[in-house]
């Protein structure tokens, strides 16, 4: 069985500062781990994802995120905020299957 | 190239009714799946259709029905509506094969059933 714990359910930065949404898994087999993003009103947008290839994941809009397997943790890291960047983010994980598993998602708000 | 389409976007139902919710997957994809994504939450897996059947369910009851067509479109039906039916319902769509190897599901941009 798979799950994905989200820490925070909102996360509030300044425009420029560093970007630190946290994810940890929880997988039976070694999992694929997948970050989406959403805007008010729309549906899913893929940022990026880690399917047992290079540990550190490069997705669009400059974010990125690194698959520790000691940690069991997946965390969303961008060096610097944009506004644009305020949406909701969700981590989810799979077992090698397309069924998501997602977590409870963090708001992510990006002030002037 | 068109992306995953749902419709309606948004529909107002009363308890006890039936709604039926439409997804056309994205252009070459033959893997429909439905997830339910309530106020606040993140999205559940409702359940999943490939070659016109039914593959993989969540946790959902009965009243949670769908079915696939043979150009891979899906419709979700919900019987008997209660109020806690109220959501956002996303369609996802993947190529089976590629999907095992990568995972990736490709968003609609949801249909926001409210249920008073």
């Known amino acids: 069985a798979q799950s994905v714990t989200q820490l925070g359910s909102h996360v509030s930065v300044s425009e420029g500062a560093l970007v630190l949404l946290r994810c940890n898994y929880s997988s039976s087999v070694p999992p694929y781990l997948f970050w989406y993003v959403q805007y008010p009103n729309q549906g899913l947008q893929l940022l990026l994802k880690?399917?047992?290839?290079?540990?550190l994941v490069k997705g669009i809009n400059g974010f990125e995120a690194e698959f520790k397997k000691s940690e069991t943790s997946f965390h969303l890291t961008k060096p610097s905020a944009h506004m644009s960047d305020a949406a909701e983010y969700f981590c989810a994980v799979s077992g090698h299957t397309d069924k998501l598993i997602f977590g409870t998602g963090t708001r992510l708000q990006v002030f002037p | 190239d068109a992306g995953v389409t749902q419709s309606p976007t948004h529909l107002i139902k009363t308890r006890g009714q039936q709604v039926t919710l439409r997804c056309s997957p994205k252009s070459g994809h033959d893997t429909v799946s439905w997830y339910q994504q309530a106020l606040g939450q993140g999205p559940q897996f409702i359940f999943q259709?490939?070659?016109?059947?039914?593959?993989q369910r969540g946790n959902f009851p009965d009243r949670f029905s769908g079915h696939q067509f043979p150009n891979y479109s899906s419709e979700l039906n919900v019987n008997a509506l209660l109020l806690g039916d109220s959501a956002l319902y996303l369609c996802?769509?993947?190529?089976?094969?590629?999907?095992?190897?990568?995972?990736?599901?490709?968003f609609g941009e949801g249909s926001r059933l409210t249920v008073l």
């Open positions: 996802a769509s993947s190529l089976a094969g590629l999907a095992k190897m990568s995972g990736e599901l490709f």
């Open positions: 259709y490939y070659e016109e059947e039914e593959r």
């Open positions: 880690y399917t047992s290839a290079a540990t």
